[in-house]
């Protein structure tokens, strides 16, 4: 008789999810699916508002990442008003995004992530959280959150705060940095490169041999990210590159404004998640992973000294790209150390407190793609106006989305090492949580809806017939 | 140092009062504020630092402008979206090994609906408000009212 086993919900992560196992008639694992069981439709709703609205209105997808959004959307409309931005505003803009992936990353590992694999898989719940990570470890714990602070310090002093910040504007940006910020951000550059060192030596020490990075399955699949023109990591600009598990360049440098030609979406009745593909590979083969280990993967190089160093260690402890994804967390350190870098860097720049910081113009191409990388992925925004610059449609494809071929891939080869023949192994639960956590999806962003994000998992049988429901709420 | 925050949300007509108030504080050595739509756990680390805090909030259930003293209590769990002002100084207990001395001045509100705009009773009320702060701030022992 098959089974079905479904958790739900899922803690510790954005949004709202439930997954469901289905067993064969052994009671093995046949299949897994991630259902993301909330809808919002920002794509219907912006349609008829301005482009001047869009960076304020599409940055409410989400609170965890509205500066994804602003960028995105500003990038967006820039190319529909077909002006360069001045310089201070790239350099503005660049450091809000370095900003925003210091603190969406240290949530992400100090918060969310790290009790996992810091505490023990399966240790108590009920400590096995920040609380318990703070009880453990007080001082590193508090050096996290130091460490997210700076990067939301940043986004509120350009922005004026540091949700929702109103501040990227088609052709610019709307305020300057002052003399009185830079100092601020300089003083506390070398605390936050301190901690991310520290934090990365900890992890290292800890899951150096790639045995011990195994735990949340290792599987094959393409990387995507965008890259500078020599192959650097990139962030904010460049061209989208596709990698093989191997390495091997699959797409070198593709446009980010014709991304519809190498990247569409598929839809299933059971979630309200898109499945981004590769277009030449066909759904759903054409599965590529984006975010930290996407992007860690697709580059050549860092471009600053200290990340580089990371890299090449990474891939020497790795053999060469890896699949596995626990090293979303390895590579997620790693990024936060080139983001510090490359703060330090912006910063040294004099053009950065220019006041002449947006161009001005009016409505000159009636469609315009905006893409750069959020801390979970690639984003992409793309508007059709009218001559007015009224929206007439829009898409978007956005970070988590593109994870999720993958991220119900990790679900059912978790589910598959801890399922035999009907009986669930202790500590599946949390390797399942663990898999999709590693992923730090954001579903409110990916289905541009709002809710919390518990985990349920239901076992349901050959019949349809729910048999066992796995659920806990520790959030 | 002395820290000030305002909680609440200024799209949400009286429920932003507490950041009003703060906002419009003059700058003074010792002092730090900060404006926040919730209490969470990001606030441990400024909170961690501080000799004492005071937090500035609206509340539907109060007449009268009220500050009362307040200690960490309970609820260490999750990290949900908003906490209590007790469980935040227990928070920071456990993060910092210390939780400063800490108020609450709870300003009456009337409306918390979608909305930039305070309530004339609210609006009437703000400059008292606003010299409760300049109290905590002047008095290193304030007592419960």
Known sequence: MERQIHIEPVTRIEGHGKITVFLDAKGDVRDAQFHVTELRGFEQFCVGRTLWEMPGLTARICGICPVSHILASAKACDAILAVQIPPAATLLRRLMNAGQLVQSHALSYFYLSAPDFLLGWDSDPATRNVIGLVAADPVLARKGIRLRAFGQEIIDRLGGKRIHPGWAVPGGVNQALPETDRAWMLERLPEALATTQEALALFKSTFGDVEDRDVLTDFPSMYMGLVRPDGAWEHYAGVLRIVDSKGKVVEPGYDPARYYEIIQEASEPWTYLKFPHYVPKGYPKGMYRVGPLGRVNACDHFATPLAQAELEEFRERSGGRSGRVFDYHYARLIEILASVEEIGELLADDRITSTEIRAQAGINVREGVGVHEAPRGTLIHHYWVDGNGVIEKLNLIVSTGHNNLAMNRAVREIAKTYIKKGKVSEGMLNRIEGGIRAYDPCLSCSVHAVGKMPLAVEIVDAQGDVVTTLARDDR | ?145
Do not use: K, Y
């Open chain 2, 1 to 145: 140092m002395d820290l000030v925050v305002g909680v609440g949300n200024e799209l949400r007509s009286d429920d932003g009062v507490g950041a009003r108030i703060v906002r419009a504080l003059p700058a003074q050595p010792g002092v730090e504020t900060d404006v926040v739509h919730q209490l969470t756990f990001d606030l441990t680390d400024a909170v961690g630092r501080a000799r004492r805090v005071l937090f500035v909030d609206a509340h539907a259930e109060e007449t009268h402008l009220r500050l009362s003293r307040v200690s960490p209590h309970g609820a260490v769990q999750g990290i949900g979206h908003a906490l209590a002002p007790e469980a935040l100084l227990a928070w920071t207990s456990a993060a910092c090994g210390r939780a400063p001395d800490a108020w609450v001045l709870s300003v009456p509100a009337q409306s918390f609906d979608i909305g930039e705009e305070l309530s004339p009773d609210v609006v009437r009320g703000l400059p008292a408000a606003e010299q409760a702060v300049l109290d905590w701030l002047r008095d290193p022992e304030p007592s419960d009212e």
